[in-house]
T-cell receptor, first 114, second 110 residues
């Protein structure tokens, strides 16, 4: 069964450093998403992406964050200058279409900012 | 913003017991989803509900989309130990944005 994959599974970085989290969505999906989950809390929406542009973003997704689909298979989340509070699990998700179609989640990248 | 209130926060049950959890909101959602999350992993979709009043089963799991479109419940019958984990409801808020509940942590004693 097709699945969303993410790399790396864990990343430790120093505060102020840039990180890039990578995702390979399900191959025939067109809508891509990033969510984050701070330890012990609920999953929060960050951004959705379609047709090579951001279609919706939350207040969490400030100027430090950016997303990109550099080729036909990868979808990346970049955090330009990490802060301690960016430590969280970051989940990529994809869906075939928008609206009523369900989103399928990857296994996540655990980011720890020291 | 849109929020989901999920209850209970945690449940401690014996193997074989039935489980019931629910989510409510002051906002209308067009789609309700139920996910299960194991430690250190991503949410895995259990059941998707698309129409108000819809009742859907997936094995021993049953979920319903409330008629007002502001609530949903998930039932698990005759629970087994592998069903421990955190269960999240999620509503499709904006066109693409999923809004998650706080989760129900299920512990099952064998």
């Amino acid at each position: 069964e097709p699945e969303v994959t993410q790399t790396p599974s864990h990343q430790v970085t120093q505060m102020g450093q840039e990180v890039i989290l990578r995702c390979v969505p399900i191959s025939n999906h067109l809508y891509f998403y990033w969510y984050r989950q701070i330890l012990g809390q609920k999953v929060e929406f960050l951004v959705s992406f379609y047709n090579n542009e951001i279609s919706e973003k939350s207040e969490i997704f400030d100027d430090q964050f950016s997303v990109e689909r550099p080729d036909g298979s990868n979808f990346t989340l970049k955090i330009r200058s990490t802060k301690l509070e960016d430590s969280a699990m970051y989940f990529c998700a994809s869906s075939a279409t928008s609206g009523v179609e369900t989103q399928y989640f990857g296994p996540g990248t655990r980011l720890l900012v020291l | 913003g849109q929020q989901l209130n999920q209850s209970p926060q945690s449940m401690f049950i014996q193997e074989g017991e039935d489980v019931s959890m629910n989510c409510t909101s002051s906002s209308i959602f067009n789609t309700w989803l139920w996910y299960k999350q194991d430690p250190g992993e991503g949410p895995v979709l259990l059941i998707a509900l698309y129409k108000a009043g819809e009742l859907t089963s997936n094995g021993r799991l049953t979920a319903q989309f409330g008629i007002t479109r502001k609530d949903s419940f998930l039932n698990i019958s005759a629970s087994i130990p592998s069903e421990v984990g955190i269960y999240f409801c999620a509503g499709l808020g904006g066109a693409q944005k999923l809004v998650f509940g706080q989760g129900t942590r299920l512990t099952i004693n064998p």
